[in-house]
């Protein structure tokens, strides 16, 4: 089981060239690819924060179409929720005082739960939690 962390979700979400390619290794990936509710509200936020310049006029037409299309993205993934299981784990990590930041700390407490690999960038933080396995799959 993969679990895309937000930046190789965000990757495919542009429809950047590394987004295609990663893609096309997910399609050949024997194993599943997610995406964490967690991912699914920072992609949220990042959108709340292009769209409040434009909430009361009639410019961002093009902001709004993107926004659209990124909606219409979260249909073509299961969504992976936060449960007490995930909320348990991330107590005990966050008592680990790991320096890892809060969001980071959430998908990897959904990884643990589902003993999922979470491809991402940003291997140095989720390196610090223990038993965690993750890969980059862009650089």
């Known amino acids: 089981m993969l679990i895309l962390d937000t930046n190789h979700y965000s990757e495919i979400e542009r429809r950047s060239r590394p987004g295609q390619l990663l893609e096309e290794r997910l399609r050949a990936a024997e194993d599943e690819a997610f995406i964490t509710i967690i991912t699914s509200e920072e992609v949220l936020k990042g959108w709340m924060a292009v769209l409040q310049p434009h ?3 009639d ?3 093009r902001a709004y179409a993107d926004f659209h299309h990124s909606l219409d993205g979260f249909r073509d993934w299961f969504i992976l ?3 007490e299981d995930s909320a348990a784990i ?9 320096h890892v930041g809060t969001k ?12 999922a690999t979470i491809l991402t960038r ?11 396995k993750v890969e980059n799959w862009l650089d």
């Open 55 to 57: 909430r009361h006029q």
């Open 59 to 61: 410019h961002g037409v």
């Open 81 to 83: 929720p936060w449960s």
């Open 90 to 98: 991330y107590a005990r990590l966050k008592g680990s005082r790991l």
């Open 104 to 115: 980071d700390l959430c998908i990897a407490s959904i990884a643990l739960e589902y003993e």
């Open 122 to 132: 940003n291997i140095a933080d989720f390196a610090k939690v223990s038993g965690l």
